[in-house]
């Protein structure tokens, strides 16, 4: 009995490609984001802790953070996210030369990025070992910087894929789940921009 009733399912105007919670590839974004999300929680955690028993944050004698390259910094990465509402749409309607052309973007956006974060480095004015406030703070600002250099690489060779004949349909699926990460990135950044730039200044 449990055998026809299989034989009579007929899934052939089921969709091979879809977005969204429907796709599995979209949940283990989500779980990436989670995980990510998490680290970067304890690392603004540690900030807040260190200050809060400090007398003084920034230490004597140490300088606060520089704020033009970190500012510009942080506005291009909000900006960047009306691109990749390009590449989400070029995904959704499977267009490949659109998204073709909106990865590309991406992909310079993405090595950008690597750019102004080594500027946001510098800007904090003091070297990584010089006391607990700038051990911090570097912690702070270089777990980001991971997850933009493995955005930077993985944006860069899925946009060479794209430009190859082996494209499928799960390609537009991938594409709308990497613009979902995107977004993430890029936004998450701005609290942890507030707290290590613009802290020392009104703390």
């Known amino acids: 009995m449990s055998d026809s009733r299989a034989s009579d399912v007929d899934v052939a105007a089921l969709p091979t490609t879809v977005f969204g919670p429907r796709d599995l590839g979209w949940w283990g974004t989500?779980?990436?984001?989670?995980?990510e999300g998490t680290t970067l929680l304890?690392?603004?955690?540690?900030?807040?802790?260190?200050?809060?028993?400090?007398?003084?944050?920034?230490?004597e004698h140490t300088l606060r953070p520089s704020l033009f390259?970190?500012?510009?910094?942080?506005a291009?990465?909000?900006?960047?996210?009306l691109p990749m509402i390009?590449?989400?749409?070029?995904?959704?309607r499977f267009d490949l030369a659109e998204l073709r052309r909106?990865?590309?973007?991406?992909?310079?956006?993405?090595?950008a990025f690597l750019f102004l974060r080594w500027q946001e480095l510098l800007a904090l004015n003091s070297r990584w070992d010089t006391n607990a406030y700038?051990?911090?703070?570097?912690?702070?600002?270089?777990?980001?910087?991971?997850?933009?250099?493995?955005n930077a690489c993985e944006t860069v060779v899925f946009t060479v894929f794209l430009h190859t004949s082996r494209v499928t349909e799960r390609y537009f699926s991938d594409a709308s789940d990497a613009g979902v990460y995107w977004v993430f990135i890029t936004l998450v950044w701005v609290p942890l921009y507030a707290l290590v730039y613009l802290g020392p200044y009104f703390i």
Not at 44 to 56: C, G, I, K, Q, V
Not at 76 to 81: A, E, F, I, K, Q
Not at 102 to 111: E, H, N, T, Y
Not at 134 to 150: I, K, Q
Request: hydrophobic residues 60%; positive net charge; charged residues 5%.
């Open 30 to 35: 989500v779980g990436f984001m989670a995980i």
């Open 42 to 59: 304890v690392a603004a955690s540690a900030y807040l802790y260190l200050w809060r028993n400090a007398p003084t944050w920034p230490p």
């Open 69 to 74: 390259w970190p500012t510009l910094s942080t």
């Open 76 to 81: 291009v990465l909000v900006l960047s996210n």
């Open 86 to 92: 390009g590449v989400s749409r070029a995904a959704h």
């Open 102 to 111: 909106w990865m590309i973007v991406a992909s310079v956006l993405s090595v």
């Open 134 to 150: 700038a051990s911090v703070a570097w912690l702070t600002v270089g777990m980001h910087a991971s997850l933009l250099v493995m």
